[in-house]
């Protein structure tokens, strides 16, 4: 047989030399179309052979081969190979295809991987098998059952784009006689060892399983059963795919290939036509173009194909699953046949897939990696899955949530158990089984259905949205951990059994979820980057035209027409127009453009200056008027014919709103921000914001319309983006950021004007930007796009030369950030690919924390992260003259990062601005260094901390966490209560390099976690004066203003984790050792433990900064070991225990002081209604008092006045109707309301609004955080509500004048009160006017100050007063109280036994004691002991009888509860105490008398003088009201008819000294109450009298 090509081929193939070469023309530009066919049929056992002679790195993917029966002669051919069908084999990457379907998943070498010159080979044995030869080394059989006739096939896809026939002959005898050796070897020992992992290379005339099972597979049946197929996967689309749906099956490589091809090709189609639209037909994976095969890779030019994948009519839709079920060929997936039954001729897929047996709501696809639960909307749970084999150690199981269901409360678990599904009944849930189960449900872990951690980690499964990833992995060490979305949570359980099975449990909103099989991090984030870009709005939109040497003579070029508003003006040749009096005028500033709109031609303008003074800002749009013929109205909104504009966040036709909430809000971008406006062919309009499309905003506009932007209110300036690379540059751009050289920072004396030559070369990526004259870099359309945008130095570094670039903007949409490095490939030799990381040769680059060289990781957990870095941080590299490479942050040498550069070979820097890294420029820093630096070899960046210099020592700040005691004149801090509410602050703000350092002295190793350590912005004298209120329970929950905290061995700033494996974890510090933190002159947070330095751990940290240290957990007490030389005896006076200061600090003159001390420089604005409100409101009172005269919505309303800072705005309910349901709504707007067009209901604000609705906070409609507060539409008539933006921008909820703590940040200024007059609501009226700004002397909280001696506890002060808390109950309509009084009523007790004033029933639950402001514990009695309030318990008082000494058991007895049974209430309440025999278990333990057997007497005759009554109580409801103590019955509500159930007990008086604290009886391992120990939570008495009931308790489920 000739070794030649067929003439006939892909429509991009070019045939050279004899026909034996062939070239895929435009390599750079297209990746597909490169099929080839040999010219002859295949003689059985030819090898038809082909030389790589060269790849490019544009693309992924890489050479494809195989053999197909069609005749080239008559081919119609496909796109690439893999679309190929009617008898073709095609092996792709380590895959092998059966016309287009996957048939082996790992065989032979990885075709991607081959470089050029390797050769690679496919031949037909005599027995009809495929082999694949690669360097001449045969890798086994990949197919059985091939017909005679058959033509060799070879795709030069992607990276592959030449390839040369070298030979079609046999192989040598002795390359056979290897392989059949080799084959034999492998299937022996295969055998021999049993492994569970079986791969075919090879096979021998006797196995015979094979021959079987591929000649079946062909045939369709395997004794008379369909053979399951798999679906299509190994179709490489040039599109992205219309649908993303989980059944769209495609591998994690195929996924990567996909995405980065499809959209390079979109985006470099220009001109060409066709693939404009991902989101139509020709972005199908599998459409049907007209005239080509439906399931092959559709052509660049192809549209409107179909949406689906799968739409050959002859396969099974991905959609429905694979006919036949499960296709895998795994142990556990081919009907229960062990690894021992598998001979070595046995095809497998060894892959993770759910297993076949399942619950019985479970519908599985995508062949078994696809689980999704039926009826979601009406069933939660009978949802379990298991894995088709036990897990590997280190094997990570990965699932990713496809779907989700707003309906139920719970969502996904997780885990891992040793049950085999086969013989498996499956429970209902996971948790529900008993043994052998490991699960993560929530955010803790469940062993055998019963909590082992309660707070596992800080991730909670439940608030998981759709797309995330959820895995597990038991190491080889027998430690079981759970990641989500690629970060480990550490270690879930220590000691987890050697088989297991990964389980999930698809309960409550989790409908669907598909098992994850690539788990690289960074192929991860490239995936994760390029779905969000593929599914960008504007993907395939015209983009403009980036010219770096334009016209500026062109005829055709956008201008502003010369005809604008008589306030504005035209400057820059027509490209910019502006306001020149825009602090004068906020009107008259309309500009259109020069020349009409063509068809998708993109008008985009960027902002570049703004005024402050004006509300509104840009306005952009089209019209139909000619500019050189109109009058110009002051806004073009007054236009009323042949307009549309975008105006704020919606958009006007003719002057009339069409679309309300219809984009990215005009009013609230800055200078430098970019708008855009085009109209599309089919007479649809965009609107672009910053390069992201809006969607469509109108439809029919005609063909001829100018643009039109409206320089309104704030906006004063803005330029035509026409060309941007000769784009003026914005102020901030032409800065070189921060330059300063700190102490540290390599500097240079001689050098300091030789970097001036440094500039970033004019050739780069795709998507960059050269600007500001080649120093600043950008990345255009930086959220749509996050990579192709590579940059690099004009010249080569010289060796000791510093190159540093400062990062100047970022964007928070992607994943990774920038990545820098350099590289030996000269800038025009280098074909720029998506990353630098892809490149494999002569490139060394730092990612994250890891050093890649070539793309391969040489070295993790590098001293500095380039994730963590924010806007200002420098970045530099320079290459020593003896070869190696030092990274430096803001100045800092971060030590060697590799060795072994060239010496004396050109290098180049190079930047990529991947991810959320959108601009840098070259600093002045830039240049040689000194030459100490350049052959340096000190790399350790800890030293040891000598004992603190002599001086003033530090001091805790008197502000801190309420469960802290301050001692030692404010030198040592201890925690007295629970394991959290232990935050302190250094005294006064540190100095640079000042380093605040503690001991710790004592620990408690009951509890888990230990202290934290950071810097923060919050100032402490900002916090309410009472240190109860206003201050997070733990430090990484502190978000009010930035902090920077070290949490074990994690960085977090703001609680979101920065880095990870800092150091040494803080959770193993014991007594003794100490802990610091400065702050250093480079802007950086350090570490110190035990005086030895851990470098940086933060960066950009701000230089107003407090040390805050957290006694969380295991650490209860601490002592400040540190000085300072520059403090003043008198300003840090430490704070007096018994005289503590509500205002503190009256030698600090800033405005926070101010106020706190001198309230009467305060003048509280007057507040009123503002005139413009819904249509149902009605004004009276002077605007104070507002009323919704009809219906139950429309009742909007807002202040006329912004709330100022720190003023409380409050008004009263007047008048409620129970007619209607819910209530009223409060908030805050951040934008102008005498222009708002109130909708019916506040719900429907969803511009710059945040609200407060029944128990949630709403921000812009979405739901930002519940269980907030109390219950708003259970606040009855005559409550006063109030709201407050304090000094922080932090909005809060004040009921009855008690703050209910931050509902949302980040609260805009000015802003404006908002009320919801809705449902039951009908009147409110202000009252604010009479009550001073918060802060003030009259409206100081009660703090530990004011508090009397009888406060004091072994003096110690406590938090509130032992007295009881007010019995009242302010809420009069309380719905669960009503339900339990009906419940009450049920039990026919005589009402002599309560009491007869009902105000002193008291309803528990969680709108009632928040509006009360109930604290969770109280004290009581003489001495003082701790009880918690019954919180979810109503409480019904009862009558006291007169011969009790009243006052003295109310003041100086203790509370305690009982919890009992239903059937003992009547019996207790007749004796007025608490009984033997009246709780439900343990409440007797009568004295037995054995018999001479050992059997006990009957007890019937026992005399009552042998009873030894014993009564249980407990100070916690949480311990009493266990079912086991107060049985749950059931009853019948008798107004709605629903059954519940309910349960009771007893709140009772116990004398001091009649009971015997001791430990709970139930072997309860979990806490049950957090402020009382399981050692201390049961009462026991024995003395008569000894108790007083004081109300029955009664909670209904």
Same mark, same amino acid.
């Given at each position: 047989?000739?070794?030649?090509?067929?003439?006939?081929?892909?429509?991009?193939?070019?045939?050279?030399? *004899?026909?034996?070469?062939?070239?895929?023309?435009?390599?750079?530009?297209?990746?597909?179309?490169?099929?080839?066919?040999?010219?002859?049929?295949?003689?059985?056992?030819?090898?038809?052979?082909?030389?790589?002679?060269?790849?490019?790195?544009?693309?992924?993917?890489?050479?494809?081969?195989?053999?197909?029966?069609?005749?080239?002669?008559?081919?119609?051919?496909?796109? *690439?190979?893999?679309?190929?069908?009617?008898?073709?084999?095609?092996?792709?990457?380590?895959?092998?295809?059966?016309?287009?379907?996957?048939?082996?998943?790992?065989?032979?070498?990885?075709?991607?991987?081959?470089?050029?010159?390797?050769?690679?080979?496919?031949?037909?044995?005599?027995?009809?098998?495929?082999?694949?030869?690669?360097?001449?080394?045969?890798?086994?059989?990949?197919?059985?059952?091939?017909?005679?006739?058959?033509?060799?096939?070879?795709?030069?896809?992607?990276?592959?784009?030449?390839?040369?026939?070298?030979?079609?002959? !046999?192989?040598?005898?002795?390359?056979?006689?290897?392989?059949?050796?080799?084959?034999?070897?492998?299937?022996?020992?295969?055998?021999?060892?049993?492994?569970?992992?079986?791969?075919?290379?090879?096979?021998?005339?006797?196995?015979?399983?094979?021959?079987?099972?591929?000649?079946?597979?062909?045939?369709?049946?395997?004794?008379?059963?369909?053979?399951?197929?798999?679906?299509?996967?190994?179709?490489?689309?040039?599109? /992205?795919?219309?649908?993303?749906?989980?059944?769209?099956?495609?591998?994690?490589?195929?996924?990567?290939?996909?995405?980065?091809?499809?959209?390079?090709?979109?985006?470099?189609?220009?001109?060409?036509?066709?693939?404009?639209?991902?989101?139509?037909?020709?972005?199908?994976?599998?459409?049907?173009?007209?005239?080509?095969?439906?399931?092959?890779?559709?052509?660049?030019?192809?549209?409107?194909?179909?949406?689906?994948?799968?739409?050959?009519?002859?396969?099974?839709?991905?959609?429905?699953?694979?006919?036949?079920?499960?296709?895998?060929?795994?142990?556990?997936?081919?009907?229960?046949?062990?690894?021992?039954?598998?001979?070595?001729?046995?095809?497998?897929?060894?892959?993770?897939?759910?297993?076949?047996?399942?619950?019985?709501?479970?519908?599985?696809?995508?062949?078994?990696?696809?689980?999704?639960?039926?009826?979601?909307?009406?069933?939660?749970?009978?949802?379990?899955?298991?894995? #088709?084999?036990?897990?590997?150690?280190?094997?990570?199981?990965?699932?990713?949530?496809?779907?989700?269901?707003?309906?139920?409360?719970?969502?996904?678990?997780?885990?891992?158990?040793?049950?085999?599904?086969? #013989?498996?009944?499956?429970?209902?849930?996971?948790?529900?089984?008993? *043994?052998?189960?490991?699960?993560?449900?929530?955010?803790?872990?469940?062993?055998?259905?019963?909590?082992?951690?309660?707070?596992?980690?800080?991730?909670?499964?439940?608030?998981?949205?759709?797309?995330?990833?959820?895995?597990?992995?038991?190491?080889?060490?027998?430690?079981?951990?759970?990641?989500?979305?690629?970060?480990?949570?550490?270690?879930?359980?220590?000691?987890?059994?050697?088989?297991?099975? %990964?389980?999930?449990?698809?309960?409550?909103?989790?409908?669907?979820?598909?098992?994850?099989?690539?788990?690289?991090?960074?192929?991860?984030?490239?995936?994760?980057?390029?779905?969000?870009? &593929?599914?960008?709005?504007?993907?395939?939109?015209?983009? !403009?035209?980036?010219?770096?040497?334009?016209?500026?003579?062109?005829?055709?070029?956008?201008?502003?027409?010369?005809?604008?508003?008589?306030?504005?003006?035209?400057?820059?040749?027509?490209?910019?127009?502006?306001?020149?009096?825009?602090?004068?005028?906020?009107?008259?500033?309309?500009?259109?453009?020069?020349?009409?709109?063509?068809?998708? @031609?993109? /008008?985009?303008?960027?902002?570049?200056?703004?005024?402050?003074?004006?509300?509104?800002?840009?306005?952009?749009?089209?019209?139909?008027?000619?500019?050189?013929?109109?009058?110009?109205?002051?806004?073009?909104?007054?236009?009323?014919?042949?307009?549309?504009?975008?105006?704020?966040?919606?958009?006007?036709?003719?002057?009339?709103?069409?679309?309300?909430?219809?984009?990215?809000?005009?009013?609230?971008?800055?200078?430098?921000?970019?708008?855009?406006?085009?109209?599309?062919?089919?007479?649809?309009?965009?609107?672009?914001?910053?390069?992201?499309?809006?969607? !469509?905003?109108?439809?029919?506009?005609?063909?001829?319309?100018?643009?039109?932007?409206?320089?309104?209110?704030?906006?004063?300036?803005?330029?035509?983006?026409?060309?941007?690379?000769?784009?003026?540059?914005?102020?901030?751009?032409?800065?070189?950021?921060?330059?300063?050289?700190?102490?540290?920072?390599?500097?240079?004396?001689?050098?300091?004007?030789?970097?001036?030559?440094?500039?970033?070369?004019?050739?780069?990526?795709?998507?960059?930007?050269?600007?500001?004259?080649?120093?600043?870099?950008?990345?255009?359309?930086?959220?749509?796009?996050?990579?192709?945008?590579?940059?690099?130095?004009?010249?080569?570094?010289?060796?000791?030369?510093?190159?540093?670039?400062?990062?100047?903007?970022?964007?928070?949409?992607?994943?990774?950030?920038?990545?820098?490095?350099?590289?030996?490939?000269?800038?025009?030799?280098?074909?720029?690919?998506?990353?630098?990381?892809?490149?494999?040769?002569?490139?060394?680059?730092?990612?994250?924390?890891? =050093?890649?060289?070539?793309?391969?990781?040489?070295?993790?957990?590098?001293?500095?992260?380039?994730?963590?870095?924010?806007?200002?941080?420098?970045?530099?590299?320079?290459?020593?003259?003896?070869?190696?490479?030092?990274?430096?942050?803001?100045?800092?040498?971060?030590?060697?990062?590799?060795?072994?550069?060239?010496? %004396?070979?050109?290098?180049?820097?190079?930047?990529?601005?991947?991810?959320?890294?959108?601009?840098?420029?070259?600093?002045?820093?830039?240049?040689?260094?000194?030459?100490?630096?350049?052959?340096?070899?000190?790399?350790?960046?800890?030293?040891?901390?000598?004992?603190?210099?002599?001086?003033? &020592?530090?001091?805790?700040?008197?502000?801190?966490?309420?469960?802290?005691?301050?001692?030692?004149?404010?030198?040592?801090?201890?925690?007295?209560?629970?394991?959290?509410?232990?935050?302190?602050?250094?005294?006064?703000?540190?100095?640079?390099?000042?380093?605040?350092?503690?001991?710790?002295?004592?620990?408690?190793?009951?509890?888990?976690? *230990?202290?934290?350590?950071?810097?923060?912005?919050?100032?402490?004298?900002?916090?309410?004066?009472?240190?109860?209120?206003?201050?997070?329970?733990?430090?990484?929950?502190?978000?009010?203003?930035?902090?920077?905290?070290?949490?074990?061995?994690?960085?977090?700033?703001?609680?979101?984790?920065?880095?990870?494996?800092?150091?040494?974890?803080?959770?193993?510090?014991?007594?003794?050792?100490?802990?610091?933190?400065?702050?250093?002159?480079?802007?950086?947070?350090?570490?110190?433990?035990?005086?030895?330095?851990?470098?940086?751990?933060?960066?950009?940290?701000?230089?107003?900064?407090?040390?805050?240290?957290?006694?969380?957990?295991?650490?209860?007490?601490?002592?400040?070991?540190?000085?300072?030389?520059?403090?003043?005896?008198?300003?840090?006076?430490?704070?007096?225990?018994?005289?503590?200061?509500?205002?503190?600090?009256?030698?600090?003159?800033?405005?926070?002081?101010?106020?706190?001390?001198?309230?009467?420089?305060?003048?509280?604005?007057?507040?009123?209604?503002?005139?413009?409100?819904?249509?149902?409101?009605?004004?009276?009172?002077?605007?104070?008092?507002?009323?919704?005269?009809?219906?139950?919505?429309?009742?909007?309303?807002?202040? &006329?006045?912004?709330?100022?800072?720190?003023?409380?705005?409050?008004?009263?309910?007047?008048?409620?109707?129970?007619?209607?349901?819910?209530?009223?709504?409060?908030?805050?707007?951040?934008?102008?309301?005498?222009?708002? #067009?109130?909708?019916?209901?506040?719900?429907?604000?969803?511009?710059?609004?945040?609200?407060?609705?029944?128990?949630?906070?709403?921000?812009?409609?979405?739901?930002?955080?519940?269980?907030?507060?109390?219950?708003?539409?259970?606040?009855?008539?005559?409550?006063?509500?109030?709201?407050?933006?304090? &000094?922080?921008?932090?909005?809060?909820? $004040?009921?009855?004048?008690?703050?209910?703590?931050?509902?949302?940040?980040?609260?805009?200024?000015?802003?404006?009160?908002?009320?919801?007059?809705?449902?039951?609501?009908?009147?409110?009226?202000?009252?604010?006017?009479?009550?001073?700004?918060?802060?003030?002397?009259?409206?100081?909280?009660?703090?530990?100050?004011?508090?009397?001696?009888?406060?004091?506890?072994?003096?110690?002060?406590?938090?509130?007063?032992?007295?009881?808390?007010? @019995?009242?109950?302010?809420?009069?309509?309380?719905?669960?109280?009503?339900?339990?009084?009906?419940?009450?009523?049920?039990?026919?007790?005589?009402?002599?036994?309560?009491?007869?004033?009902?105000?002193?029933?008291?309803?528990?639950?969680?709108?009632?004691?928040?509006?009360?402001?109930?604290?969770?514990?109280?004290?009581?009695?003489?001495?003082?002991?701790? $009880?918690?309030?019954?919180?979810?318990?109503?409480?019904?008082?009862?009558? =006291?009888?007169?011969?009790?000494?009243?006052?003295?058991?109310?003041?100086?007895?203790?509370?305690?509860?009982?919890?009992?049974?239903?059937?003992?209430?009547?019996?207790?309440?007749?004796?007025?105490?608490?009984?033997?025999?009246?709780?439900?278990?343990?409440?007797?333990?009568?004295?037995?008398?054995?018999?001479?057997?050992?059997?006990?007497?009957?007890?019937?005759?026992?005399?009552?003088?042998?009873?030894?009554?014993?009564?249980?109580?407990?100070?916690?409801?949480? $311990?009493?009201?266990?079912?086991?103590?107060?049985?749950?019955?059931?009853?019948?509500?008798?107004?709605?008819?629903?059954?519940?159930?309910?349960?009771?007990?007893?709140?009772?008086?116990?004398?001091?000294?009649?009971?015997?604290?001791?430990?709970?009886?139930?072997?309860?391992?979990?806490?049950?109450?957090?402020?009382?120990?399981?050692?201390?939570?049961?009462?026991?008495?024995?003395?008569?009298?000894?108790?007083?009931?004081?109300?029955?308790?009664?909670?209904?489920?």
């Amino acid at each position: 047989m000739a070794a030649e090509l067929h003439p006939r081929s892909g429509k991009l193939i070019g045939l050279s030399n *004899s026909n034996r070469t062939a070239q895929r023309n435009q390599p750079v530009q297209e990746f597909n179309h490169g099929l080839v066919l040999s010219r002859e049929p295949l003689r059985d056992r030819d090898v038809f052979t082909v030389r790589i002679d060269k790849k490019v790195n544009s693309w992924s993917g890489s050479i494809e081969i195989g053999v197909t029966a069609l005749d080239p002669a008559a081919l119609d051919f496909p796109s *690439s190979a893999t679309g190929l069908k009617g008898g073709s084999w095609i092996v792709s990457g380590c895959s092998v295809l059966r016309d287009g379907r996957s048939v082996l998943e790992e065989y032979g070498r990885d075709l991607d991987q081959l470089a050029e010159g390797d050769r690679v080979g496919i031949q037909r044995s005599p027995r009809g098998e495929l082999h694949l030869w690669v360097n001449g080394q045969d890798c086994g059989a990949a197919a059985s059952g091939l017909p005679p006739r058959l033509w060799a096939v070879v795709d030069l896809y992607g990276k592959c784009t030449q390839v040369t026939v070298v030979s079609c002959e !046999p192989p040598l005898p002795s390359a056979e006689r290897e392989a059949t050796v080799r084959d034999v070897e492998r299937e022996d020992e295969e055998d021999e060892e049993e492994e569970e992992e079986v791969v075919v290379h090879g096979g021998r005339e006797d196995t015979g399983i094979t021959a079987l099972v591929n000649v079946a597979t062909m045939n369709g049946t395997v004794n008379g059963e369909e053979v399951p197929e798999l679906s299509c996967m190994h179709s490489r689309p040039d599109k /992205f795919p219309n649908n993303l749906e989980p059944e769209t099956v495609l591998t994690e490589h195929q996924l990567f290939d996909v995405f980065n091809n499809a959209i390079v090709s979109l985006y470099r189609s220009e001109d060409q036509g066709g693939g404009g639209d991902v989101g139509g037909g020709g972005g199908s994976r599998e459409g049907g173009a007209t005239g080509t095969d439906s399931s092959s890779r559709s052509d660049r030019g192809s549209s409107n194909g179909g949406g689906t994948v799968n739409s050959d009519s002859g396969v099974g839709s991905a959609g429905g699953g694979a006919p036949g079920g499960n296709a895998n060929h795994s142990p556990a997936g081919n009907g229960g046949v062990g690894p021992g039954m598998m001979t070595g001729g046995m095809t497998t897929n060894d892959a993770l897939l759910f297993h076949e047996k399942c619950g019985t709501l479970i519908k599985l696809s995508n062949n078994n990696k696809t689980a999704e639960r039926r009826r979601p909307l009406d069933e939660f749970n009978n949802g379990v899955v298991m894995t #088709n084999r036990p897990l590997r150690h280190n094997e990570m199981f990965e699932i990713r949530i496809d779907k989700l269901v707003d309906k139920w409360s719970g969502s996904i678990e997780i885990g891992v158990t040793t049950h085999n599904p086969n #013989n498996l009944d499956y429970p209902a849930t996971m948790t529900n089984l008993r *043994s052998g189960t490991i699960m993560m449900s929530g955010c803790g872990i469940l062993t055998n259905g019963k909590g082992t951690r309660r707070e596992y980690c800080e991730f909670s499964l439940d608030e998981l949205q759709e797309g995330d990833h959820i895995g597990l992995m038991r190491k080889a060490s027998g430690a079981l951990h759970f990641y989500i979305n690629g970060i480990d949570q550490g270690v879930a359980a220590a000691q987890t059994p050697g088989v297991v099975y %990964g389980v999930v449990d698809l309960y409550g909103m989790a409908v669907k979820v598909t098992i994850v099989h690539n788990h690289n991090h960074s192929d991860r984030l490239r995936r994760n980057n390029a779905i969000m870009r &593929a599914l960008s709005p504007d993907v395939g939109r015209p983009r !403009p035209t980036l010219s770096l040497t334009p016209d500026p003579e062109g005829p055709d070029r956008l201008l502003f027409h010369p005809n604008c508003g008589q306030k504005a003006a035209i400057i820059s040749d027509g490209r910019t127009a502006l306001r020149p009096h825009a602090t004068d005028d906020f009107n008259h500033g309309v500009v259109l453009s020069s020349r009409p709109l063509r068809s998708n @031609e993109v /008008f985009q303008v960027r902002i570049d200056k703004m005024v402050d003074k004006w509300a509104g800002s840009i306005e952009i749009g089209v019209t139909t008027h000619n500019p050189a013929y109109l009058q110009l109205p002051s806004t073009m909104t007054n236009l009323r014919s042949g307009t549309w504009m975008m105006t704020g966040n919606g958009v006007m036709h003719n002057g009339t709103t069409i679309l309300d909430e219809y984009g990215h809000n005009l009013d609230r971008l800055k200078a430098g921000d970019t708008v855009g406006v085009v109209r599309k062919e089919d007479g649809s309009l965009h609107f672009f914001v910053n390069g992201v499309a809006q969607g !469509p905003a109108a439809w029919n506009v005609p063909s001829s319309v100018y643009a039109v932007v409206d320089l309104y209110g704030q906006a004063a300036q803005a330029t035509i983006m026409d060309d941007m690379a000769d784009l003026p540059p914005l102020p901030e751009d032409s800065s070189e950021g921060p330059v300063a050289m700190s102490p540290g920072s390599p500097c240079s004396v001689t050098g300091a004007n030789t970097a001036n030559d440094l500039r970033f070369h004019q050739l780069h990526g795709t998507n960059a930007v050269i600007t500001n004259g080649g120093r600043t870099a950008l990345r255009q359309n930086c959220r749509s796009e996050f990579n192709d945008a590579i940059v690099i130095s004009n010249r080569c570094l010289r060796d000791g030369e510093l190159f540093e670039i400062v990062i100047q903007k970022m964007v928070d949409r992607w994943s990774g950030s920038i990545e820098a490095g350099v590289t030996a490939i000269r800038p025009e030799e280098l074909e720029f690919p998506n990353t630098m990381t892809d490149i494999d040769y002569d490139t060394w680059m730092l990612s994250g924390t890891a =050093i890649m060289q070539d793309g391969n990781t040489m070295r993790n957990n590098y001293g500095c992260d380039l994730d963590s870095l924010t806007t200002g941080s420098r970045i530099g590299m320079m290459r020593s003259a003896s070869g190696d490479l030092h990274y430096y942050i803001n100045g800092v040498d971060q030590g060697v990062a590799c060795t072994g550069l060239p010496p %004396g070979k050109e290098v180049f820097a190079v930047i990529d601005l991947y991810g959320q890294c959108v601009q840098v420029s070259i600093t002045s820093s830039s240049g040689p260094l000194d030459n100490s630096f350049c052959t340096s070899n000190i790399t350790e960046k800890s030293f040891p901390i000598h004992s603190p210099v002599a001086g003033v &020592a530090h001091r805790f700040h008197s502000k801190h966490g309420k469960n802290v005691v301050l001692l030692g004149e404010g030198c040592q801090a201890v925690r007295v209560g629970g394991y959290a509410h232990g935050i302190v602050f250094s005294g006064k703000e540190l100095k640079t390099d000042e380093l605040f350092e503690v001991k710790i002295d004592e620990v408690d190793e009951q509890w888990s976690g *230990s202290l934290h350590v950071g810097l923060t912005t919050l100032a402490p004298q900002e916090l309410p004066s009472c240190p109860l209120s206003g201050l997070s329970p733990s430090l990484p929950q502190l978000r009010a203003k930035v902090t920077w905290l070290l949490c074990g061995s994690e960085v977090r700033r703001n609680s979101l984790l920065q880095r990870q494996n800092y150091g040494c974890s803080l959770d193993r510090l014991t007594v003794g050792n100490r802990v610091g933190v400065k702050r250093c002159s480079d802007d950086t947070m350090h570490i110190l433990i035990d005086g030895e330095d851990l470098g940086p751990a933060a960066t950009a940290v701000a230089k107003n900064v407090y040390a805050v240290l957290d006694l969380y957990g295991r650490v209860t007490a601490m002592s400040i070991v540190s000085s300072s030389v520059m403090e003043d005896m008198e300003s840090i006076k430490a704070p007096s225990l018994s005289s503590e200061s509500c205002s503190e600090g009256e030698e600090d003159s800033t405005p926070v002081r101010e106020v706190e001390s001198e309230p009467c420089a305060l003048v509280p604005t007057v507040m009123a209604f503002l005139e413009n409100h819904g249509k149902n409101i009605q004004l009276s009172n002077q605007n104070l008092t507002a009323a919704r005269v009809s219906s139950y919505n429309q009742g909007l309303l807002v202040t &006329a006045q912004p709330l100022p800072r720190q003023q409380l705005f409050q008004f009263q309910i007047d008048r409620l109707n129970p007619s209607w349901t819910s209530s009223l709504s409060l908030g805050v707007i951040g934008h102008s309301p005498d222009r708002l #067009n109130f909708p019916s209901t506040a719900c429907c604000l969803k511009r710059s609004a945040w609200l407060l609705q029944r128990d949630s906070v709403f921000h812009n409609s979405l739901k930002i955080c519940e269980n907030y507060g109390p219950n708003l539409d259970t606040c009855p008539e005559g409550t006063v509500l109030g709201l407050l933006v304090d &000094a922080n921008n932090c909005l809060h909820l $004040y009921v009855n004048g008690m703050d209910q703590g931050v509902a949302a940040q980040d609260i805009p200024s000015p802003c404006y009160p908002l009320l919801d007059l809705y449902g039951q609501c009908e009147q409110v009226t202000i009252v604010t006017n009479n009550v001073p700004a918060v802060g003030g002397e009259n409206g100081e909280a009660r703090c530990q100050g004011d508090m009397e001696k009888a406060d004091m506890v072994d003096g110690i002060k406590e938090s509130v007063c032992w007295t009881p808390p007010p @019995e009242v109950n302010p809420n009069k309509t309380c719905e669960y109280q009503a339900l339990c009084s009906r419940f009450k009523d049920l039990l026919t007790l005589p009402d002599g036994y309560f009491n007869e004033d009902a105000k002193y029933n008291l309803c528990y639950c969680e709108s009632c004691h928040k509006l009360r402001g109930d604290e969770a514990y109280y004290k009581r009695g003489e001495p003082p002991r701790d $009880y918690a309030l019954p919180f979810g318990w109503c409480r019904f008082a009862l009558r =006291i009888k007169s011969h009790c000494e009243v006052s003295n058991a109310l003041k100086k007895w203790h509370i305690a509860y009982h919890g009992t049974s239903v059937g003992a209430l009547r019996r207790t309440l007749d004796h007025s105490q608490l009984l033997p025999g009246t709780s439900s278990i343990f409440s007797v333990s009568p004295a037995k008398t054995e018999g001479p057997n050992g059997y006990s007497e009957p007890e019937e005759n026992s005399a009552p003088g042998r009873e030894v009554p014993r009564v249980q109580l407990s100070p916690t409801m949480r $311990y009493s009201g266990l079912e086991i103590f107060a049985p749950k019955v059931q009853f019948q509500d008798p107004r709605s008819h629903r059954r519940h159930q309910a349960q009771v007990g007893f709140q009772v008086c116990v004398r001091p000294g009649s009971y015997k604290v001791g430990p709970q009886t139930l072997s309860t391992s979990e806490p049950l109450d957090p402020r009382f120990s399981n050692a201390e939570i049961e009462w026991i008495t024995k003395e008569q009298g000894g108790t007083l009931l004081y109300g029955l308790l009664i909670r209904v489920e």
